[in-house]
């Protein structure tokens, strides 16, 4: 088994983990906090605009430093990697799945998931055959050769999904997944999420759909930059 990836090692290990925007005025968008996520945990994250969501998507999904604390991933102590160690690390064992898809338009739903592999070191024969059982895996096996223009929303959203979950990754991590999609489009992802979910995969989503938050088992709350794991129903902290 490869080091790091067995089921007792913590996916995401907070330990007093923190962000201060230098300023001026210094900004404290994360107050140290510190938070496990287990392997195939699915965790809500929620709080209202400018709580520190972001920053903590950005810190969990190593595209920005904290300026406190450690972080690991998998069991790796992330503040001791190079900046191109750590790029390395984030393409293996993160997938991301953001607001607004980010496919490509011009490219079928298979040469997007497809793409995802290109720089990860999977060899070329094998890519297409990957790319499709990631795209069978959301439900997806019939529309391969779309483009995303001419899926719905929800069906683009997977493909993005397929996208993060090709390169088999520790941790799938989402922003909003949900909120650019009418309702019967996010039941749709949501389900998805929650069969991804029932399969062992490690979600943690940020959003500020109480449905989402809803389906998750764990949720965490960010209020005023301090996070807190919550006890009280969604609708009740989300202010
Ligand atoms: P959310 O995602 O919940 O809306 P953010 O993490 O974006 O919240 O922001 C948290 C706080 O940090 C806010 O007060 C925001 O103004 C501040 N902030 C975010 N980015 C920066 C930055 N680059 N420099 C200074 N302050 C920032």
Do not use: W
Not at 83 to 94: F, M, N, Q, V
Not at 106 to 130: C, F, H, K, S, W
Not at 198 to 224: C, F, Q, S, Y
């Amino acid at each position: 088994m490869e080091a790091g990836t067995d089921t007792e090692t913590p996916v995401i290990e907070f330990r007093g983990i923190g962000l201060t925007y230098p300023g001026p005025p210094p900004v404290a968008a994360l107050r140290p906090c510190d938070l496990t996520v287990k392997r195939g945990d699915f965790v809500a994250v929620v709080g209202p605009s400018g709580s520190g969501k972001s920053t903590f998507l950005n810190i969990a999904g190593l595209l920005d430093a904290p300026t406190s604390g450690t972080y690991l991933l998998d069991g790796i102590d992330t503040g001791k990697l190079r900046d191109a160690d750590r790029t390395a690390l984030r393409g293996l064992r993160i997938g991301f799945v953001f607001q607004s898809f980010h496919l490509l338009p011009q490219r079928t739903a298979l040469e997007n998931v497809i793409l995802a592999l290109v720089y990860d070191g999977t060899p070329r024969r094998e890519r297409a055959d990957r790319a499709r059982r990631a795209l069978e895996q959301v439900g997806l096996g019939h529309r391969v050769d779309s483009l995303p223009t001419r899926l719905s929303g929800g069906e683009r959203q997977r493909v993005a999904i397929a996208r993060a979950l090709v390169t088999r990754p520790s941790l799938l991590l989402c922003d909003e997944p949900t909120g650019n999609l009418d309702t019967v489009n996010a039941d749709s992802v949501l389900a998805l999420l929650t069969q991804l979910h029932k399969d062992g995969m490690t979600v943690l989503v940020i959003t500020h759909d109480p449905l989402v938050a809803a389906r998750a088992e764990n949720m965490v709350t960010i209020r005023d930059g301090v996070l807190s794991l919550s006890e009280s129903a969604p609708h009740e902290v989300l202010g």
